[in-house]
C-alpha cells in the first residue's frame, strides 16, 4: 500500500506533504500507545493535597490545560484537572481550596493499545489525554489527542509555539535528568553543560545522536556522548523529537 502510495506521488496524482499524511495514517494502526506517550518522568501532575498557590504555579508555568491528579502514591491516579476549572473556583467566590472537588475523570489505557483504537476512544468519549499503565498497573506516562495527531499530520505548534516567543530546548526535570528537544543545536547545548561536542556532518543535538547510533533511534535507545547518556524519550519513523539526557555515572 505504502508503495502504490509513493508511486502515485511520483505520477503527481498528490503532493509530498499529503503523502506524509497517508503514511502516517496507516502507520498509526500499526503502533501502540508506549511508542507515543510522554514517559513519566517527564509528566506534569499534581497531588490531591496541592495547595491553591502550588496549583496555580504549575498550571501557569507548564502552559498545560490538563493535569493528572495522584493521591498518596503516584500509582493512585485519582483524576484529572483541566485548568479551565479554576476560573469556576475563583468564580464562585470560594474560600477553601479542595482539588478533590475539581477533579474529573481520567482513562487508564495499556501501554499496548493501538493508536488507531485510542484516537477512536478519544473521539467516542469525547476526551483529549489519558494516563498509560504498565502490566503491574504502574503508572509509566500519558497520551494526549495530540500526541496521536501528530503521528499523522507531523508537530503541532499551538498557540503557546508563537514565532515571538523564545524557544526553550533544554528544560530540568524533577529526577535530575535534562528534557533536551533533538532540534537543539549543538553550540546551545555545549553554552548550557560546559561540553565540546562537535560534529562537521550535523548541527544539532538530535542528528549528532543519529550519527552516533547509525540508524535513526527509536524510542528507548541510550548512548553515551561526550560524558552524557542520551537516551531517546520521543520518536517516530521520520525523526527523532526528544531525548532524555544526564551525566555518565562514574
Avoid at 39 to 48: C, F, N
Avoid at 123 to 146: F, K, M, P, Q, W
Avoid at 242 to 249: I, K, N
Wanted: proline share 4%; charged share 30%.
Amino acid at each position: 500500500m505504502v508503495e502504490e502510495l509513493r508511486q502515485a506521488r511520483l505520477n503527481g496524482l498528490f503532493d509530498a506533504d499529503t503523502l506524509r499524511m497517508l503514511e502516517g495514517a496507516l502507520s498509526v494502526s500499526d503502533k501502540q500507545v508506549a511508542d507515543v506517550m510522554v514517559p513519566r518522568a517527564q509528566m506534569v501532575w499534581l497531588p490531591v493535597d496541592a495547595s491553591l498557590k502550588h496549583t496555580m504555579h504549575v498550571v501557569t508555568e507548564s502552559g498545560h490545560s490538563r493535569f493528572p491528579v495522584h493521591g498518596e502514591s503516584e500509582d493512585e491516579v485519582l483524576g484529572m484537572l483541566l485548568a479551565k476549572d479554576l476560573l469556576r473556583y475563583f468564580a464562585n467566590g470560594q474560600h477553601h481550596f479542595d482539588l478533590r472537588q475539581l477533579l474529573r475523570p481520567v482513562s487508564l489505557i495499556p501501554e499496548s493499545k493501538r493508536l488507531n483504537q485510542l484516537l477512536k476512544d478519544f473521539r467516542i468519549n469525547r476526551s483529549h489525554l489519558a494516563v498509560v499503565v504498565d502490566e503491574y498497573g504502574g503508572v509509566s506516562g500519558l497520551v494526549t489527542i495530540e500526541d496521536v495527531l501528530e503521528e499523522i499530520v507531523g508537530e503541532i505548534d499551538d498557540e503557546l509555539d508563537a514565532e515571538d516567543k523564545p524557544e526553550v530546548y533544554i528544560q530540568p526535570q524533577p529526577d535530575g535528568a535534562w528534557s533536551v528537544r533533538a532540534l537543539t543545536p549543538l553550540e546551545d547545548f555545549n553554552e548550557h553543560f560546559h561540553t565540546r561536542l562537535e560534529s562537521e556532518d550535523v548541527d544539532t543535538v538530535g542528528g549528532l545522536v543519529t550519527q552516533e547510533l547509525g540508524h535513526l533511534p527509536e524510542r528507548g535507545e541510550s548512548i553515551e556522548i561526550g560524558g552524557f547518556t542520551f537516551e531517546v524519550a520521543k520518536a517516530d519513523d521520520r525523526r527523532l523529537h526528544l531525548l532524555r539526557v544526564r551525566p555518565c555515572v562514574l
